[in-house]
């Protein structure tokens, strides 16, 4: 497993990028003092680390690389993506069989949005798929309460203001209008948090409803909510295509 030059990351997340454990796993052993950097123990989770040039081993051993392992899942609204919830709401993983090898997701959907998830223990893949210099779009499905007019349509397509900066170009179409709802057909090559239904709110647009149904150019296709299929070399051809 080959990390990208200059990743620097927090050391748990760095074990868990590494395909050890969860996050919180690695808090734990972090703070148990199992956790070496270069040789040297360190017991601070939130230390910085680069995943290219330092040497990260637990218990003395390093990471040992295996077959890349990626999973198209297709969660369902309510489904939270993390490994635990303090609330204990019902996570993703919940949906995968017990002794899968351990995978992370390769970016979020929040409770509230469906579709498609990629789920890895490869941290290149991750890092390809979610990194926004890497241009790899999502697209998605969203039900808006009314109707969006033309500036509103010209806005989103050309980028609008947020808080966190303004949002890049995306691809905007209108699927669908009706009385109440309307439909749209949005595409991003960025993806930051709950951006989609932000870009929308800044608009005068409700989400009722949001779908992520494609990665690059693979699609949710027929892939039942709750339900998940391995990926293969060729599915992973097209998730890493830009279009």
Not at 66 to 79: S, V
Not at 99 to 119: K, T
Request: charged share 25%; aromatic share 4%.
């Amino acid at each position: 497993m080959t990390a990208r030059r200059g990743q620097r990351v927090q050391l748990h997340r760095a074990l868990s990028k590494l395909g050890w454990g969860s996050r919180t796993e690695a808090w734990n052993w972090i703070r148990a003092g199992q956790v070496q950097v270069d040789g040297r123990t360190v017991t601070d989770p939130l230390s910085w680390v680069d995943l290219n040039t330092q040497e990260i081993t637990r218990a003395g051993t390093p990471a040992t690389p295996g077959e890349t392992l990626a999973l198209a899942l297709h969660k369902p609204r309510g489904i939270v993506t993390t490994r635990r919830d303090e609330r204990g709401r019902q996570t993703v993983y919940d949906l995968l069989p017990a002794g899968l090898p351990y995978v992370f997701p390769a970016g979020r959907l929040d409770a509230d949005s469906e579709g498609l998830l990629i789920l890895t223990n490869d941290s290149d893949l991750s890092v390809r798929l979610t990194d926004p210099e890497c241009h790899i779009p999502k697209t998605y499905h969203v039900r808006v309460n009314g109707q969006p007019d033309a500036e509103s349509m010209n806005a989103l397509c050309h980028g609008i203001e947020l808080s966190d900066g303004p949002t890049r170009p995306a691809r905007v179409r209108l699927q669908r209008t009706g009385t109440r709802t309307s439909d749209l057909e949005i595409t991003l090559t960025e993806g930051r948090n709950r951006q989609i239904r932000r870009m929308l709110a800044a608009v005068g647009h409700k989400v009722r409803r949001l779908v992520r149904v494609g990665i690059g150019s693979f699609e949710l296709g027929d892939l039942k909510a709750g339900t998940y299929r391995a990926l293969s070399s060729g599915d992973l051809a097209a998730l890493l295509r830009s279009g």
